[in-house]
């Protein structure tokens, strides 16, 4: 491991993110506004395409950083049977799964059945396809569906706080099977699918349209749904910066876009690949 991903096993990653949760969602006039201004000037955010364009309409940092868009600023992709972007961000990796192994960075991969917290389930996505995305924090940080389904099941899944960013991904084994994250199980025309929020250092939760914002345990957290998404709806949000990974069967038959690979930066809704239903 690099300096950076040594000095991440040392910090108390649940007490910062804790903190930081409780800083993020402050009503208080000068903690919101010093947060939410300073943010904006370190990654240089722009408001334009959001519906609410002045930092002073915020009601507090956590209501910025989940800031919502203009409903004309993006574009879900109509192609037959496609599977688009989940969110703004850029492709950290994307390809078929190799039996059960997903590709987490060059020379570095991890098993599904662990990321999804389930042998069978990972057993279900054998010689699959993926698709990582991650989502620096100055993106807009709601994930939407890549394809129309019905929630059957989430599974919160306690974990490690570790960056997600390329270059913890390049040193940390294991890192989106180890992090925190919550699984999204759905019913789709091509067979079982996943969406899998995956959160990381600092982040002061993970919200779902079916669970609320989950309550952090030492256990894993099971509940059944009976929830229908269209392709492009809202799914969920991140406070603070994230990776959100879409998994498809074997069934699926996904064939990944030539110009969709690592390091390529995404818009929500943007066409991804296609799957073959027949």
């Known amino acids: 491991m690099n300096l950076f991903t040594t000095i991440q096993q040392f910090v108390p990653q649940q007490q910062l993110s804790e903190v930081a949760g409780r800083l993020a969602a402050s009503r208080h006039p000068l903690v919101k506004r010093a947060f939410i201004r300073g943010f904006a000037k370190a990654y240089d955010v722009k408001l334009d395409e959001y519906e609410r364009q002045s930092l002073n309409a915020y009601e507090s940092f956590n209501d910025f950083f989940t800031r919502e868009l203009k409903d004309d600023a993006r574009v879900i992709d109509s192609t037959e049977y496609g599977i688009v972007s989940p969110a703004d961000g850029v492709i950290s990796q994307l390809g078929q799964l190799r039996h059960h192994k997903l590709l987490q960075a060059k020379g570095r991969d991890y098993d ?6 389930d042998k069978d389930d990972g057993s279900y996505f054998a010689d699959g396809s993926f698709a990582t995305v991650y989502l620096a924090p100055s993106n807009y940080h709601r994930v939407h569906m890549p394809f129309a389904g019905t929630l059957t099941k989430t599974r919160y899944v306690p974990g490690t706080l570790f960056s997600v960013n390329n270059t913890t991904a390049a040193n940390v084994p294991d890192l989106f099977a180890r992090n925190e994250r919550l699984v999204c199980m759905f019913d789709t025309e091509y067979g079982k699918a996943a ?13 779902t349209a079916a669970t609320g914002k989950i309550t952090r345990t030492d256990e894993i957290q099971e509940a059944e749904h009976d929830m229908e998404f269209a392709q492009g709806a809202e799914l969920g949000r991140f406070y603070l910066g994230s990776t959100a990974i879409v998994v498809l069967p074997k069934s699926a038959n996904t064939a990944w876009q ?21």
């Open 258 to 278: 030539d110009s969709m690979t690592a390091n390529i930066t995404v818009k929500m809704g943007q066409l991804l690949g296609v799957a073959n239903a027949e």
């Open 112 to 117: 599904i059945g662990q990321l999804l917290a």
């Open 195 to 207: 969406v899998v929020m995956v959160g990381a250092m600092i982040v002061a939760g993970i919200e």
